[in-house]
């Protein structure tokens, strides 16, 4: 048997055993005193695990087991079991809490079970600077914020008001910690990693389960090793770790898995954490932050999430956001915030940090990366822009204190020699408390000074809201980023714009020089006074010397006697938010003769099904919204966007047009799509969309995994060519009818007759991944409807 089966290894067992005894009380957040870390639950159950699985755990095995609903008896096979666990809590963020919050008032329950946050940070569009923007969004979007702010009451759910930050910074101050199973309604939950937690992003749906007390499935994710040796230097940042790992294992390598971070590359640089000066050797710490950023942009390669091991840096980290008795806790149980010794992965990317250099990635997708030095003839050899427009840092990816202080610290540097940004320059700090504490220690007035206009705490750009007027839409530009996003028209819903992503102080030094081939690595900029000088590699504090200043108080806690007696209202001619009907039920037969409604080419991610950008006010009404469903599609019968032909009067139109004809003559359709579909966000509105106006089945090669569980949460059937290459025999005005639906099992494929116009037919197998619970979803037609048939 495997030797440490009991209490951890090597010379902390007395110890862990001891502090098991101690059964001390420690609560999760300051937000909810009366809810407490359980490390204690987590190591029984990892025990448990452990012995019938008879082999060390890997760290994301662990946290993952350790939240199983039913350790002794759940099947564990990674990649290929459905598992029930039980999450600690719930964060969702306001474009994708209104649809979460609805279906929850759809089922009927008083309260949520498990501690649920509302994050204010979608709604808010860039356009002159943060005060007036977000007075500007407050009062257009009261409406929404209204209902979030009443619905959070009535139903126990933290509030964080508009202003707040983004839901991933929030938590990472607030919520995360290590060891703890938090699912989050946006795709990048996982930035909780870099703080040892395993953080997932799901649809509303899921969310709803969890916050109703359900076990939520999760299908058994593989872990892929990323081996961290060497140090990092010079003008290399944490972000150039995963931009490098994106460019190996491309956005769909990491699709149902956990990556996990281990290595002497984590814990590398010494204990102190702080750099002061600037120096071309400086060292750039692979901190809670910078761990973050890696775990943020895991979403990009497809990954369940990604996570680090536990060390003193989250110990620090912890203490210095006002959780140092979560810290000792977690001091007390090392051994199980860690991976096993020998654990193994079921693969392993080697990545020499000494070796690595700056990268940027783009454009038009995440994937695509370039050194820094090879960048400029790429750039030209393409034919893309090699003017940068705008330079844009901060976001959910690179928002922390450290990323602002890198950046000044370049930013300081042209000052000093009197130039300032020749591109258009941005700055989206992460939350309030880092927005008060980077004006008081004077990196906001830096980064001012050199031309860059401060944003509100929000979003912003990074999800398309930004009223970008210094170009035409369909111009050619290029912008860069600290984003973790680059799809085509993302950021400003021009599809000409090349978006490439990097670190802070590669956007920074950019934007200053205003080209893309410039590499700061060995390139020079001429000063205002005609000499020539090379930025320094940048160095900021890890963490504030003199603690964080929290800034304006915008929390709203849930009444402690309880909202029974409190009314959401949702006015039934509101434009913004719509109350939801039932889908209907199977009929209980095979799904006859679906019009193809689209044969989409290429990449279809869910900002080409459910564009995000000017749609995000329509988040909460579901028939609105769906004047969006697929109008970024490219057609591949005439490579058109928005442009599809009715089968039933022969004239083009676009998509959701046709598939409200087609519903209203009782004609329900399909979609055909192409590798990896629906990768990006977790806006599950990409799945009501197409239930809602008549779609019944989305065949494609494969499929992103939040947008595949979306699709089987509200009733749909996403299903898979058996043989990827049957996707070039569906035609665009074919009729498929989907057989074997009264067979419908586990493991079972299903088969597919194609009729085509000129009566012709073919036939091939359609694979699922549906278990037993998942088929109870579609046969009810939508897990809430099963919900309310348990209840």
């Known amino acids: ?42 190591n029984e159950n990892v025990n448990i695990v452990r012995k019938r699985l008879n082999r060390p755990l890997t760290l994301s095995e662990k946290i993952v087991y350790g939240h199983l609903d039913d350790p002794v008896g759940q099947d564990i096979a990674r990649g290929h079991t459905y598992l ?17 919050m609805l279906q929850f008032i759809s089922s009927g329950l008083p309260r949520v079970a498990v501690p649920s946050t509302i994050h204010c940070d979608h709604l808010i569009e860039a356009q002159i600077g943060g ?25 126990g759910v933290g509030f964080w008001k508009p202003g707040s930050g983004i839901i991933h910074q929030i938590i990472l101050e607030n919520y995360a910690y290590p060891g703890v199973l938090l699912i989050g309604t946006d795709s990048h939950t996982p930035n909780g990693g870099g703080l040892g937690s395993i953080c997932i992003g799901v649809g509303g749906a899921d969310a709803v389960d969890v916050m109703a007390g359900i076990p939520w499935e999760l299908k058994c994710p593989k872990v892929i090793g990323v081996k961290l040796t060497g140090k990092l230097s010079g003008w290399t940042s944490p972000k150039d770790v995963i931009l490098k790992v994106a460019g190996i294992l491309t956005v769909k390598g990491g699709t149902g898995a956990i990556v996990e971070y281990h290595g002497p590359g984590v814990d590398s640089i010494s204990c102190t954490g702080l750099l002061h000066t600037l120096t071309t050797a400086a060292l750039c710490i692979l901190c809670v932050l910078g761990m973050a950023t890696i775990c943020n942009m895991g979403a990009e390669i497809g990954a369940t999430t990604s996570v680090f091991p536990y060390n003193h840096r989250m110990k620090t980290y912890l203490e210095k956001t006002g959780r140092g008795d979560i810290a000792a806790l977690a001091d007390d149980y090392a051994d199980l915030l860690v991976p096993d010794p020998g ?59 450290e990323d602002m202080g890198r950046s000044a610290s370049v930013a300081k540097q042209a000052l000093d020699k009197g130039l300032k940004c020749k591109a258009a320059f941005t700055i989206t700090p992460g939350s309030e408390q880092i927005r008060a504490t980077i004006e008081r220690d004077g990196y ?40 973790n996003r680059n799809f085509t028209a993302r950021n400003d819903a021009n599809p000409a714009t090349h978006a490439f992503v990097a670190s802070p102080e590669i956007v920074t030094a950019l934007a200053i020089a205003g080209t893309l081939d410039f590499n700061p690595e060995v390139d020079y900029l001429t000063a205002a006074n005609g000499e020539k000088f090379k930025l320094e590699p940048p160095s900021a504090d890890e963490l504030p010397k003199l603690d964080f200043d929290p800034g304006q108080d915008t929390y709203q806690h849930p009444p402690a006697e309880g909202g029974s007696k409190l009314r959401v209202d949702v006015s039934p001619t509101s434009t913004r938010l719509q109350l939801l009907e039932p889908f209907d039920k199977w009929a209980g037969g095979d799904l006859e003769d679906l019009q193809v409604l689209i044969k989409v080419k ?4 869910t900002d080409h099904i459910s564009a995000a950008g000017p749609w995000l006010k329509f988040r909460g009404h579901l028939d ?52 990896n579909y629906g990768e990006g966000s977790s806006r599950e509105h990409a799945a009501l969309e197409p239930r809602h106006l008549g779609g019944r089945c989305i065949i494609v090669k494969s499929f992103a995994r939040i947008h595949e569980t979306n699709l089987k949460k509200q009733g749909m059937l996403p299903l898979t060519f058996q043989i990827p290459a049957d ?24 088969s597919a007759v194609v009729k085509h116009s000129d009566g012709s037919k073919d036939d091939f197998q359609l694979n699922h991944t549906f278990n037993e619970t998942q088929i109870e979803w579609f046969q009810a037609g939508s897990a809430l409807n099963r919900m309310k048939e348990l209840q």
């Open 624 to 675: 609105n919204i769906s004047n969006n469903m697929l109008i970024g599609a490219v057609n591949i019968e005439n490579d058109g966007i928005n442009k599809i032909k009715n089968q039933l009067t022969g004239e083009y139109g676009g998509v959701p047009d046709v598939a409200r004809h087609y519903k209203a003559n009782g004609l329900s359709w399909v979609v055909v799509g192409d590798d």
């Open 131 to 155: 005060a007036k923007d977000l007075a500007r969004a407050k009062d257009i979007n009261a409406e929404v914020y209204n209902f979030l702010a009443s619905a959070g009451a009535k139903y």
């Open 343 to 401: 654990c193994e992965y079921d693969s392993i990317v080697e990545i020499n940090l000494d070796e690595l250099k700056p990268h940027i990635n783009g454009p038009f997708t995440p994937d695509l990366a370039h050194p820094m030095a090879d960048i400029g003839a790429t750039a030209a050899k393409n034919g893309w822009p090699l003017e940068v427009k705008v330079g844009l840092i901060g976001s959910c990816t690179n928002s922390s204190y």
């Open 602 to 605: 290429g990449k279809c991610t």
């Open 84 to 100: 029930r666990l039980r999450p600690d809590r719930v964060a969702m963020q306001d474009a994708t809490a209104q649809m979460a």
């Open 727 to 750: 996707y070039d025999k569906i035609r665009p005005d074919d009729k498929i009818s989907i057989k074997g639906l009264a067979n419908f099992t586990p493991g079972k494929p299903l």
């Open 444 to 483: 906001s007035k830096i980064l001012g000074d050199v031309g860059g206009m401060v944003l509100a705490n929000a979003c912003g750009p990074c999800i398309g809201q930004w009223d970008r007027r210094d170009v035409k839409k369909g111009e050619k530009n290029t912008i860069v980023t600290s984003y």
């Open 1 to 42: 048997d495997w030797p440490y089966l009991a209490l951890g290894q090597g010379v902390r067992r007395l110890h862990v055993s001891a502090a098991f005894n101690a059964k001390a009380k420690v609560s999760m957040s300051r937000f909810e005193p009366s809810n407490y870390v359980s490390y204690e639950k987590l």
